[in-house]
Nanobody
Framework: QVQLVESGGGLVQAGGSLRLSCAVS???????????MGWYRQAPGKQRELVAQ???????NYADSVKGRFTISRDNAKKTLYLQMNSLKPEDTAVYYC????????WGQGTQVTVSS
């Protein structure tokens, strides 16, 4: 059973930084290192949107709104996905979800990120 557990959210002032983590279990290290995975977010009253992702080919994609501020990375040995978020803005406030693409799309429970102005 694939499980994703996020951590690292919280309250931060505008201009601050946070690092989100997503621990993935139920997959081998090889599968973790090659499958597509990423971070999505959902703000109140809005649709869930892609923030950053690793494609199955290993390249990265970022939403235009976070380019240059957010960095996605992963530790294959720990099977953990990260999202380093710098220069945070109030509009980054949302619940952030980790996503792993296996036999189906798997989601974590979400972690709240709140950026105060």
């Amino acid at each position: 059973q694939v499980q994703l557990v996020e951590s690292g959210g919280g309250l931060v002032q505008a201009g601050g930084s946070l690092r989100l983590s997503c621990a993935v279990s139920g997959v081998s290290g090889i599968i973790f290192s090659i499958n597509a995975m990423g971070w999505y977010r959902q703000a109140p009253g809005k649709q869930r949107e892609l923030v950053a992702q690793f494609t199955s080919g290993g390249s990265t994609n970022y939403a235009d709104s976070v380019k240059g501020r957010f960095t996605i990375s992963r530790d294959n040995a720990k099977k953990t996905l990260y999202l380093q978020m710098n220069s945070l803005k109030p509009e980054d406030t949302a619940v952030y979800y980790c996503n792993f693409v296996g036999s189906r799309w798997y989601w974590g429970q979400g972690t709240q990120v709140t950026v105060s102005s």
